[in-house]
């Protein structure tokens, strides 16, 4: 039974380029999550999908990120320019509802030079 | 809004001694609480989930507790391990709101 995918595991690029990561959720849940993970801040939420609708979106850092969820099976979450303080790892969640226990994948490790 | 923290932030025992972690929150108006591991590298697994009318819930050697009330939870580990070394983190659901996590607590169990 696969969990949840998340590509690429590391990305490394420059400042100013697009990033795309990409998350297929468990099969049947209709819950997704993105989260990002610093020493500094922790785990945080950035946004969540329900039914393939953004349900909440307030932890999104600025109109820079934008997440997308065409399917029940596929969403990605997107940052155009990138900057060096997004650095971080981003992980992907998904569970059967909102209140549901939430698998992870194993994240995207994202470093901007 | 909902703050949770975990004390201590890192921790060192000795192979085979029981421990306690802690988790407290600021909004006791809680659905459930969960605990989770996270190994180097990896994303979280969720260990055990308490609903809000629940006081404990116990998966082999691991017993999770919640004080509603008081806003804390214990996750008490018996006869540590090297295998239970990795970073543990406490997050709570307020229903409708997603989780919200501590900054976990950082676990070394030495042989």
């Known amino acids: 039974d696969a969990g949840v995918i998340q590509s690429p595991r590391h990305e490394v690029t420059e400042m100013g380029q697009e990033v795309t990561l990409r998350c297929k959720p468990i099969?049947?849940?209709?819950?997704l999550f993105w989260y990002r993970q610093t020493m500094m801040r922790g785990l945080e939420l950035l946004i969540y999908f329900n039914n393939n609708v953004p349900i909440d979106d307030s932890g999104m850092p600025e109109d820079r990120f934008s997440a997308k969820m065409p399917n029940a099976s596929f969403s990605t979450l997107k940052i155009q320019p990138s900057e060096p303080r997004d650095s971080a790892v981003y992980f992907c969640?998904?569970?059967?509802?909102?209140?549901?226990?939430?698998?992870f994948g194993d994240g995207t490790r994202l470093s901007i030079l | 809004k909902q703050e949770v923290t975990q004390i201590p932030a890192a921790l060192s025992v000795p192979e085979g001694e029981n421990l306690v972690l802690n988790c407290s929150f600021t909004?006791?108006?809680?659905?459930?609480l969960q605990w989770f591991r996270q190994d180097p590298g990896k994303g979280l697994t969720s260990l055990l989930l308490i609903q809000s009318s629940q006081r404990e819930q116990t998966s082999g050697r691991l017993n999770a507790s919640l004080d509603k009330s008081s806003g804390r939870s214990t996750l008490y580990i018996a006869a540590s391990q090297p295998g239970d070394s990795a970073t543990y983190l406490c997050a709570v659901n307020s229903g409708n709101t997603p989780l919200v996590f501590g900054k976990g607590t950082r676990l070394s169990v030495i042989a």
């Open positions: 099969s049947g849940h209709n819950s």
């Open positions: 909004d006791s108006a809680i659905y459930n």
């Open positions: 969640a998904s569970s059967l509802e909102g209140d549901q226990p939430q698998h």
